[in-house]
Each structure stands twice: as structure tokens, then as C-alpha cells.
């Protein structure tokens, strides 16, 4: 392959979202999957009216194409059990006014990889949504398990892009199906002094705290040449889906979706609130390896991400350039008539 954006609330955990009108008579939809497996849909609707709930397997299917799992549902709840391991399901809500909001699991739950999410589903500035099944991003795929694997390739992913340095890479290389997908990556290494400079009179968290939020302006400059080949992809439009990621899953593609949703239309405070998602999706251990012994407190910073971080990039951005359209267009490659074109492609 080559070259050629929500509703908020406190449970946007697991997640979400729909695809509908902004005036709508159901809120706070949300897919979360119980430890059996099983899916558990939840929704308000406010006028207290009937909702039709059907299932399909293509996040674009219309309503003909799916199928209708739970009719005249009132009590603003519905469990499908059990749900398919391999596929990944998405559902319709039809209000009994004609209101539509397609929703899913924002986790791709896989046994050898963390962090594995879906995009879309966000609502925009305008009162359109991301489209789900287009972007999906992710910690680094060297563990994938052959159910993984399986579950992966019906996601139809074309074009995977590593964020990680040569070290990371050689150090976690990545095992992917046999699908076809271009893989793509750029070479070069990751400055770490400042992480090792907290780290040179022991470890502390406000050391670590600090160095990542250093970290974070730095990401405008040394990862543009990645940011503007993602973004190169994504205005190519295929039929396929793109999936990004680095060894975490959290910070350099916390940052890359953050512009890619910044792009679509999605108000800052989401891209905020999905930025924070990571601290439910990534864990790191102390067990063994570089991390063993070191104290929790330590751990708890290095594997989550916190508000300030991402505050630090824009923060960058917004003096720098006057905001990320400024950015996009200076040094990423995207200007007014390719946001525009990223509207029309990925949100509905």
C-alpha cells in the first residue's frame, strides 16, 4: 500500500460509542465484557421508549445485514453470551423515533498483547462520529497467541506501522499473520537520558513523573517522520484498516492518536479521556527484567500516563505552530483539504 473522529462520562472504560444524530434519545451506551466472555450492553433512553438491538460482525453493515437480537428491549440492557472469541461483534441501537447508534467493545481483547483498541466511535465537534473498525492501535505484538492471531486477521488490518526504535524492535520482534498486511517502520533510536538521568540516584516517582512529561513535547520533533507517514496512509483511504503501535501502546501512539482524533473533528477533552484509557488497558511488571525490584510506586508512573503528558504536547504544539492544524500542515504534510478528505474517510 502506498499514499494514496463522544460522548463523555466517568464510564468510558471498556468502552463505548455510537454513530447517530447529536440530539439522540440514547446516552450512555457502553459495551463491557464480563469475565466469562460474555458482552453486557447497557444504554439510557431518555424518553423511556423501546430500543431494537441487532448484532453484526461489519462495523458498516446496515440494518438489513444485521441481526436483531433483542427487540423492544426496555430495561436498557442486553448480555450476549457467549460471545464468539474469534469474532469481533458490533452492535445497532434503534430507538423507537428512528435513532441509530452503532456501538462496540472498545478493547480487542487478546491474550498476547495489551492495549489493543479500537478508534472510533468518538463524537465530533459537528455531531459525527469515528467510524469503528478503521483505526486501531496498540502495545507491541511479539506475544500474540495463535487465537490472537486468528482474532486479528478478521480485524482486516492492511497496513501495521511500528512506532518502535531498532532496539525495541530487535529486542520484541513482531510475529504477525500471514494476511498480506504491509509492515512498516522507521529507523531510528529513542533517546532515553532523561529516563536514566532519574534514575542515576535511584528511582523516584516524581523523577519518572517528570522525565515523562519532558518526554512528551520532544515527540513533536522526533517522531514526525513517523506521524506523517501514518497520516500519508490514512488519506490513501483504502478499504482496509490501519493499526499502529509501539511497545507500550500509550505514549507514542497515545500521541499519534491523539493527533489522528485531534484531525477528525474530536474535542480536546476526549482525546484527553482516551488518552487515559491506557492506565486500564497497559500493565507493567516488576517481576523480572529491567523493571525487577523496583518500587510500585515507580511502576504504577512508567506504565500509566497521566493528564499532565499530554497536556505537555499540545502545549508544545499550541505555541509552536497555534494548534494541531498548524502542526499537520507544517510539518506532517496534511493540509485544510486532506482534514477534510480524513473527515469524509473516517467519520459518519
Not at 36 to 41: N, W
Not at 112 to 124: H, K, L, P
Not at 304 to 326: K, M, Q, S, T
Request: proline share 5%.
Amino acid at each position: 500500500m502506498m499514499r494514496s473522529t463522544a460522548r463523555r462520562g466517568a464510564l468510558i472504560s471498556a468502552l463505548w460509542l455510537f454513530a447517530g444524530t447529536a440530539q439522540a434519545a440514547i446516552v450512555n451506551a457502553q459495551a463491557s465484557r464480563g469475565p466469562d466472555g460474555a458482552l453486557a450492553l447497557t444504554w439510557t433512553e431518555t424518553n423511556g421508549a423501546a430500543v431494537d438491538v441487532y448484532m453484526g460482525q461489519d462495523p458498516t453493515a446496515p440494518l438489513d445485514q444485521m441481526t436483531l437480537i433483542s427487540p423492544a428491549d426496555q430495561n436498557g440492557r442486553h448480555s450476549v453470551a457467549p460471545a464468539s472469541p474469534e469474532a469481533r461483534h458490533y452492535f445497532l441501537l434503534q430507538s423507537t423515533d428512528g435513532t441509530r447508534y452503532r456501538l462496540a467493545e472498545r478493547l480487542v481483547p487478546l491474550a498476547g498483547a495489551m492495549n489493543f483498541r479500537d478508534v472510533g466511535g468518538y463524537e465530533t465537534e459537528d455531531g459525527r462520529f469515528v467510524r469503528w473498525g478503521k483505526i486501531y492501535r496498540s502495545a507491541a505484538l511479539s506475544g500474540l497467541t495463535p487465537d490472537d492471531l486468528a482474532k486479528i486477521q478478521a480485524l482486516g488490518i492492511d497496513y501495521v506501522y511500528d512506532l518502535r526504535s531498532v532496539g525495541e524492535r530487535k529486542d520484541e520482534p513482531t510475529r504477525w499473520p500471514q494476511t498480506g498486511a504491509t509492515l512498516v517502520s522507521h529507523d531510528y533510536e529513542l533517546d532515553i537520558s532523561a529516563f536514566m538521568a532519574a534514575f542515576a540516584d535511584g528511582p523516584s516517582a516524581d523523577k519518572v513523573r517528570a522525565a515523562m512529561t519532558a518526554f512528551y513535547p520532544a515527540v513533536v520533533d522526533s517522531h514526525k517522520t513517523q506521524f506523517r507517514a501514518i497520516f500519508a496512509e490514512l488519506l490513501e483511504g483504502d478499504d482496509g484498516a490501519i493499526l499502529y503501535h509501539c511497545s507500550a501502546g500509550k505514549d507514542r501512539t497515545g500521541v499519534q492518536t491523539a493527533l489522528i482524533l485531534s484531525a477528525l473533528g474530536v474535542p480536546r477533552e476526549t482525546v484527553i479521556e482516551d488518552f487515559l484509557l491506557s492506565n486500564q488497558h497497559h500493565r507493567m511488571s516488576g517481576d523480572s527484567g529491567p523493571m525487577a525490584g523496583m518500587p510500585a510506586e515507580v511502576l504504577e508512573v512508567l506504565g500509566g500516563v497521566e493528564r499532565p503528558y499530554l497536556e505537555a504536547f499540545f502545549a508544545e504544539i499550541d505555541r509552536r505552530y497555534g494548534g494541531v492544524e498548524g502542526y499537520l500542515a507544517a510539518e506532517l504534510e496534511v493540509d485544510a483539504a486532506d482534514i477534510q478528505r480524513l473527515r469524509a474517510l473516517y467519520t459518519e
